[in-house]
């Protein structure tokens, strides 16, 4: 069994910058591909970004150019790197790891943006 725990989140202004992480218990080398998603009130969880196994990055074209994942395999640890934050941005955000046939989901993180 996979555990995955999110921190990093939190209150900022628009404008600012934070950085999730998320660690798993296991090696991520293993996984097929690791991702954030995001769930505002009322709406729709929606991948937010996704990194494969060699590295490979996706993207939701409202967060392109404003955030980056990267992963740590040393560590466990996969990052969302959020910059440029803007009000609609404000949700829970999750991490994701698939391990086929697998999935795992952490337990959430709350962000908020907002003056």
């Known amino acids: 069994q996979v555990q995955l725990a999110e921190s990093g989140g939190g209150l900022v202004q628009p404008g600012g910058s934070l950085r999730l992480s998320c660690v798993a218990s296991g090696s991520i080398f293993s996984f097929n591909y690791m991702a954030w998603y995001r769930q505002a009130p009322g709406k729709q969880r929606e991948l937010v970004a996704s990194?494969?196994?060699?590295?490979?990055?996706n993207y939701a074209d409202s967060v392109k150019g404003r955030f980056t994942i990267s992963r740590d395999n040393a560590k466990n640890t996969v990052f969302l790197q959020m910059n440029s934050l803007k009000a609609e941005d404000t949700a829970v955000y999750y991490c994701?790891?698939?391990?086929?046939?697998?999935?795992?989901w952490g337990q959430g993180t709350q962000v908020t943006v907002s003056s």
């Open positions: 994701k790891a698939v391990k086929l046939p697998f999935t795992y």
């Open positions: 990194i494969s196994s060699g590295g490979s990055t």
